[in-house]
């Protein structure tokens, strides 16, 4: 009797089984792990979902299925299913999922990294590029860069002289702080009211993007999750900080009788309507959602950037040894440092596009949203699923990139891969209709930091510290920045 009762049970669970997967297969969707009720995979990812969906993908394959709660997503990890994603139906993949916190911040999607693929994503984006994301406006922000800078070297010789540790993460988000609030804002802050606010503003909204919200993965309960953990109050909060912060330099720049050539600048003319949105009525929160991409996008990942570049020297003192060997051969006793030196400056670039390959900034891209029916790697991602691109898998694949792990600038010297793309191995600013179209003004900030950095200071660990020491953990949220910010000792030396 129980042996029948034992049947019984075993041929009810797997018929359930055979039929979930016949389904799956009919349907031709990727493969995945299995899920559990109501969560599904949510409880694969982990606290760094870059790393734990890479290894899904040398489990399932290059187009992994995972159901995230309610959501129903895919994850591409290689060259070729990132280039169908990015590519071939980039138009039918490049829509924003809807997340609850980005869109309450961003003035309800008014912004261009968060909004969906639409009439006026098109027209905002259009009109970004033409008229600020251009390099000629790059070069007309460049005496600013260049004082912030001098600046900022100045800083670094006085700790040098009094041989002091410098915390590399923070001076450095600071310097592209200061950069992007006078390009974009008009705003000095050093020393201003808006130096400590800007600080709270930028973080909080770093932390609430980053985190978890229950509520894109679960409908109502997911609201009443939020509310519990305190996300969504803290979201309010940040929401405020960051209105009032906007409020304040808008002010600032129409008291300064509204002289300044910055961002603020031409999005009241775009307000005022001297330059045209199409069929689109350009309010305050339009002008507000597109500064926010500006503040969000253009601080952290300059700053960390160059933070990454530095932690790769310290670990690796023969490239190091080179890059400093390569800057002061090329500079000489030039009396000023600009960014067009780079143009000379071969092996730093590689150095740079290494650290694009291992740590970029953003290892994940924001999850996209099929908006038809379409088929990627030979099987059907029904409508609405979710995409993530997953960077950091193609940046580590032992198929695509030798010894993965090592950081070695010398692979880019047999080999025309850039990182602008259109080489679907390193996608470090994404590619297609959404590549992020600061890349200009973010590596000239890098270039022009990196070779006074090199080029003027030798560096050394603190007291007691050796290389292996310096670890290489990154820390996950809307950007991954170095975890255990890295300390430094500059060095005064006879070209500082
Ligand atoms: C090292 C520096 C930077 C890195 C690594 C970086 C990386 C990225 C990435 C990966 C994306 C998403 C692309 C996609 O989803 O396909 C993006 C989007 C974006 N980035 Fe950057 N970025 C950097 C600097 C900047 C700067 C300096 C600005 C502006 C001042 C900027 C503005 C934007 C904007 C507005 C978007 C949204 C584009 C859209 O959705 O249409 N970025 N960036």
Redesign the pocket.
């Not at 912004?111 to 909004?115: H, K, M, R, S, T």
């Not at 996608?427 to 890349?439: A, E, H, N, T, W």
């Given at each position: 009797m129980s042996l029948w009762y034992i049947i019984v049970v075993f041929v009810f669970f797997a018929s359930i089984f055979i039929a979930k997967n016949t389904r799956k297969t009919k349907k031709n969707l990727p493969p995945g792990p299995p899920r559990l009720p109501i969560i599904g995979n949510l409880h694969q990812l982990g606290s760094k979902p870059h790393r734990s969906m890479f290894k899904l993908s040398e489990k399932y394959g290059p187009l992994v299925y995972l159901k995230l709660g309610k959501v129903p997503s895919v994850v591409a990890s290689t060259p070729e299913t990132v280039k169908d994603v990015?590519k071939t139906f980039d138009k039918d993949c490049?829509s924003?999922a809807f997340l609850t916190y980005p869109a309450r911040i961003s003035y309800n999607l008014k912004?261009?990294?968060?909004?969906p693929y639409s009439k006026y994503?098109k027209a905002v984006?259009k009109m970004?590029v033409v008229e600020l994301?251009t390099a000629k406006r790059v070069k007309s922000f460049r005496n600013i860069r260049e004082e912030e800078v001098a600046s900022f070297v100045e800083f670094i010789k006085h700790s040098a002289s009094l041989e002091e540790i410098v915390n590399l993460n923070q001076t450095l988000v600071k310097l592209?702080g200061s950069v992007?609030c006078r390009?974009?804002f008009g705003i000095n802050l050093e020393g201003s009211k808006l130096e400590n606010t800007y600080e709270e503003v930028i973080h909080g909204t770093m932390e609430v993007l980053g985190s978890f919200a229950a509520s894109d993965y679960f409908p109502v309960i997911g609201g009443i999750i939020d509310r519990i953990t305190g996300l969504h109050n803290k979201c309010e909060k940040v929401f405020k900080g960051t209105d009032s912060f906007f409020d304040h330099c808008i002010k600032h720049h129409l008291e300064d009788g509204g002289s300044k050539d910055d961002i603020v600048d031409l999005l009241l003319k775009v307000e005022r309507g001297e330059i045209g949105l199409g069929e689109f009525q350009f309010t305050r929160n339009h002008t507000k959602g597109i500064l926010l991409?500006?503040l969000l996008?253009?601080v952290d990942?300059?700053g960390h950037?160059i933070t990454w570049v530095m932690t790769h020297l310290i670990k690796n003192p023969r490239v190091m040894k080179k890059a400093q060997a390569e800057v002061r051969e090329v500079i000489k006793n030039k009396d000023n440092i600009t960014e067009e030196d780079i143009e000379g400056l071969e092996y730093l670039k590689m150095v740079v596009k290494e650290t694009?390959r291992i740590n970029?900034?953003?290892p994940l891209?924001?999850p996209?949203e099929a908006s038809k029916d379409v088929k990627i790697g030979g099987y059907n991602i029904p409508k609405k699923t979710w995409i993530h691109?997953n960077?950091w898998a193609i940046h580590r694949n032992p198929n695509v990139w030798k010894d993965p792990e090592a950081f070695i600038p010398e692979r880019f010297m047999d080999n025309q891969i850039d990182y602008k793309g259109l080489n679907f191995e390193l996608?470090?600013?994404?590619?297609?209709?959404?590549?992020?179209?600061?890349?200009g003004?973010?590596?000239a900030?890098?270039h022009l930091t990196l070779i006074n950095l090199l080029y003027r200071f030798d560096w050394k660990l603190p007291e007691g510290m050796e290389v292996e020491d310096v670890d290489l953990e990154e820390s996950y949220g809307l950007?991954c920045p170095k975890k255990v910010p890295l300390e430094l000792i500059p060095v005064l030396t006879q070209w500082t």
């Open positions: 990015l490049c924003r912004d261009l990294a968060f909004a994503w984006r970004t994301y592209s992007i390009v974009g991409d500006i996008a253009g990942t300059s950037t694009l970029p900034l953003v891209l924001t996209r691109v960077i996608l470090p600013f994404g590619s297609g209709r959404r590549i992020c179209p600061g890349i003004m973010g590596m900030l890098i950007v």
